[in-house]
């Protein structure tokens, strides 16, 4: 090792354990009603100054303040958020002051409104996700009760949008509060997956020609070096319900339902790592 590195390294051990215990000493609360509370309000509601901003107004903490990650609150935190009256705070907070005050805005809770969320996403939502948030429209949409995102991954879509679709960010067009609850609707309608039911599907339609999944060949390019593990769930139904499978392994797969997918590609996945 090089003496720099090395002493790099022994500096960071000293300084990291300190910057630890450090944070916990700072008073995260007295800091937010020092730098913050005047918009966002002492208790993560923002106050009738913070409503009135211009362009956009101060937004709710308590709702989000646990569905937003650490590394994105820094971030704003750190360096604002351009064209608006949040302003970076890294001028006047220190790293670990930043830290702490995090620490307190995660204490805020928030218990989601489901009807809410119901109502915002058929006003919001439903014209490219469906009513019942299935739809695959036209427009690329996803079906969002297949989706593998948490809710905080949900939050984060709904935030930030998905560049280059018309999946465009909501964060102007939504409070905080409707963002929440939205969120948990939608993960409310998640459908989960049965591999107990994938594995009676497969042996009724599947193994007469593929005795396991794991004897399922591929075909294609590269076909020799993968196996079913390597296809996502998207290319895994294709590849069963359409195309010339469906010629070769007819109403044994003509009938399956995309629920009876899931519960196959679970079941698939169990089988094949
Ligand atoms: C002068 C008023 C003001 C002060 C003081 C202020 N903020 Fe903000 N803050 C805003 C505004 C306005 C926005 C909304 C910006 C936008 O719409 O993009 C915002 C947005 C945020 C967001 C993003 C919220 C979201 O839902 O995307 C966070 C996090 C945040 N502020 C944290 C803080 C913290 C922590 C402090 C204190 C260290 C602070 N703010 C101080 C006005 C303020
Ligand atoms: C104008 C059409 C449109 C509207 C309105 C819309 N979306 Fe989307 N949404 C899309 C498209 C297109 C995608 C796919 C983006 C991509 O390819 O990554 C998407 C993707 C998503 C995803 C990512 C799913 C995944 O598994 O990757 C989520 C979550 C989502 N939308 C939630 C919402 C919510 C919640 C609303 C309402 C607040 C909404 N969308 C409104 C078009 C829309
Ligand atoms: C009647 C026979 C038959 C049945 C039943 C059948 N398959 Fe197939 N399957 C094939 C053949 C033949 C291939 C080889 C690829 C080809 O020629 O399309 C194949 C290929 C595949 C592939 C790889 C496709 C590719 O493009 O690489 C998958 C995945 C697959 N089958 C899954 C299933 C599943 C899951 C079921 C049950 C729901 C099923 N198959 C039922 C005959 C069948």
């Known amino acids: 090792m090089q003496p720099r590195f090395l002493?790099?390294?022994?500096?960071?051990?000293?300084?990291?354990?300190?910057?630890?215990?450090?944070?916990?000493?700072?008073d995260g609360k007295a800091l937010y009603a020092k730098s913050c509370a005047t918009c966002h309000g002492a208790n993560g509601e923002p106050t009738e100054m913070g409503k009135s901003l211009k362009p956009f107004p101060a937004r709710k903490h308590r709702a989000i303040a646990n569905l937003v990650g650490r590394d994105e609150l820094r971030r704003i935190i750190t360096y604002g958020v351009e064209g608006t009256a949040m302003t970076p705070k890294k001028y006047t907070l220190d790293p670990l002051e930043i830290e702490a005050v995090i620490d307190y805005i995660q204490t805020f809770d928030y218990k989601p409104d489901l009807a809410n969320g119901k109502n915002r996403f058929k006003a919001v939502c439903s014209s490219c996700h469906g009513m019942d948030g299935r739809a695959q429209t036209g427009v690329g949409a996803k079906n969002l009760v297949y989706s593998?995102?948490?809710?905080?991954g949900i939050v984060h879509t709904m935030r930030y949008g998905r560049p280059g679709t018309l999946m465009t960010s909501k964060r102007h067009q939504l409070s905080n509060p409707d963002i929440a609850d939205i969120a948990n609707?939608?993960?409310?309608?998640?459908?989960?997956?049965?591999?107990?039911?994938?594995?009676?599907?497969?042996?009724?339609?599947c193994v007469s020609c593929h005795t396991s999944p794991a004897a399922i060949k591929l075909i294609g390019n590269a076909a020799e070096k993968r196996t079913v593990a390597d296809l996502d769930d998207r290319l895994l139904d294709l590849r069963i319900r359409h195309g010339r499978h469906v010629?070769?392994?007819?109403?044994?797969?003509?009938?399956?339902?995309?629920?009876?997918?899931?519960?196959?590609i679970a079941y698939i996945r169990y089988e094949v790592k």
Do not use: M
């Open 7 to 26: 002493i790099g390294a022994i500096i960071a051990l000293l300084v990291i354990p300190a910057l630890a215990t450090a944070s916990d000493d700072i």
């Open 148 to 152: 593998k995102l948490d809710l905080g």
């Open 185 to 205: 609707y939608v993960y409310s309608l998640r459908y989960l997956a049965n591999p107990a039911e994938g594995k009676k599907l497969y042996a009724k339609s």
């Open 247 to 264: 010629d070769r392994a007819g109403e044994k797969v003509a009938h399956l339902s995309d629920d009876n997918i899931q519960d196959l």
